[in-house]
């Protein structure tokens, strides 16, 4: 069993850290460019990131759909089911495209930066909005080769094209002196690159095991309706980082710099810990296809061990560069100083993400995605008062950074750990139909 998991958990580490680390760069090349691009990137990102954050879908939903399948015995009906999701991802995709490139100056608007914040933050998310399509198409195409339990073949492609993408933005950063619009214009460009290398892909794999590579129209529609609930778990997601978000803005544009550099940090924890997750996604969904219970309760408790310790070492090892981290990205020993005590909150929050991490993967690979639904709603409901109460307090500067992230890392993470923890002592989440 740990054979399995590591065999799947390694390159899917990998493949999810190239994109946090690629997040690094860019808020790094963008931040000494001055602080008014940095904050103005955290806006961006923080739009960008929920738009494609609400169809991760694409992927969750298809990764244990293929595995389920693949564990039955049925390969070529999983890279079917795959391609479908493929199509899907290309349809949605482009309606949000056009969609988020016409609605870029009402989106920032809704952050209520300053005029010189919201100019940057439109250059950047216009551009991004039209690597929207590649976005989605690699995220479809990811979950197919997941549940195929193939995860070094998405590690080669994210890890070259966020590769690319670091020294295309350096180019069109520095080079010729684009600004922002160059980080955006670099990460559209490699984005597109990406989805030409999955094509080869499963255009192989599906020549391999005899797949079709047209859409299929019940197929489509199938994955648009399996994928419902997890748009609906993420979703609420999404309202906590956006609100989060919110409030950091509203303490003032240097609170707002800062905490774009935590966060960046707990993306890069979040999916170094998600490797695990994905793992159990891969080996829950074929082991429930296969009907061995005895082996879906192995991932179960080993996957849930190794996230704990997992997440301890993540939190050394920030909380032991928390004083660098900040000069790193921004080179202002001010800012640098203001979102320490916030990393550390983050440091010691690591255990319970891991254990949080791993058990939303167990769910994923069993197909409850109704029950995670309906946590995300209860999550908020603890959530919310307590971000309207640092909202009404307003303490800013190092302090309200530090009790926001006691807020995120502390008080929404442990929410999660407890729905999530009730629901696995049920063996209800084992029965849900594929």
């Known amino acids: 069993m740990n054979r399995d998991i590591l065999r799947l958990a390694v390159p899917a580490l990998g493949a999810l ?5 690629f997040l690094i760069i860019d808020s790094a090349l963008v931040g000494h460019l001055g602080v008014v691009p940095l904050a103005a990137l955290g806006v961006a990102s923080a739009i960008l990131q929920t738009i494609v954050g609400l169809m991760v879908f694409l992927a969750y939903s298809t990764t244990p759909a293929v595995a389920r399948r693949f564990g039955a015995g049925d390969p070529t009906r999983a890279v079917s ?8 991802a290309l349809g949605l995709g482009a309606l949000l495209a ?17 005029a010189d914040v919201a100019a940057d933050a439109e250059a950047y998310l216009g551009i991004s909005m039209w690597g929207l399509p590649a976005m989605l198409i690699v995220f479809a195409a990811t979950g197919l080769l997941r549940g195929m339990q193939d995860t070094v073949t998405p590690l080669w492609i994210a890890g070259t094209g ?11 950063i ?6 922002i619009s160059g980080s955006a214009a670099g990460t559209v460009v490699a984005q597109w690159a990406m989805v030409g290398a ?10 391999r095991h005899r797949a079709s590579v047209r859409p299929q129209r019940e197929g489509v ?12 778990r993420t979703v609420s997601l999404r309202l906590a980082l956006l609100s989060t978000v919110a409030v950091a803005t ?22 170094a810990l998600d490797a695990l997750a994905i793992a159990a996604q891969a080996l829950i969904g074929k082991g429930l296809g296969s009907g061995s219970t005895s082996e879906v309760r192995r991932v179960l408790r080993r996957t849930l061990a190794w996230g704990a310790w997992f997440g301890v070492i993540v939190g050394v090892v920030i909380g032991g560069l928390s004083a660098w981290i900040g000069l790193v990205f921004t080179g202002d020993a001010a800012v640098a100083a203001m979102v320490q005590p916030a990393l550390i909150v983050l440091a010691v929050a690591q255990p319970i993400c891991g254990i949080v991490f791993v058990l939303d993967g167990v769910l994923i690979g069993a197909n409850d995605a109704r029950y995670l639904a309906i946590a995300g709603g209860l999550n908020l409901v603890v959530y919310v008062p307590v971000l309207i109460g640092l909202w009404l307090w307003h303490p800013g500067g190092a302090a309200g950074l530090a009790w926001l992230a006691v807020a995120f890392f502390g008080v929404y993470m442990l929410a999660r750990l407890v729905t999530l923890g009730w629901r696995i002592r049920r063996p209800a989440w084992m029965t849900q139909p594929a």
Request: aromatic letters at 18%; proline letters at 2%.
């Open 98 to 114: 056009l969609a988020g490139y016409l609605g870029t100056p009402a989106l920032v608007g809704m952050f209520g930066a300053g």
């Open 17 to 21: 850290i190239a994109e946090p680390l």
């Open 250 to 271: 509203a303490f003032g544009t240097h609170e707002l710099a800062g905490w774009q550099v935590a966060f960046t940090m707990f993306s890069t924890a979040a999916f």
């Open 198 to 207: 999955y094509v080869v892909v499963v255009g192989r794999l599906a020549h």
């Open 162 to 172: 966020f590769a690319a993408n670091a020294l295309l933005n350096w180019a069109f």
């Open 81 to 88: 089911v795959g391609i479908d999701g493929m199509w899907l």
């Open 174 to 179: 520095y080079g010729l002196g684009w600004g």
């Open 221 to 232: 529609r199938g994955s648009a309706r399996s994928g419902v609930w997890m748009f609906l």
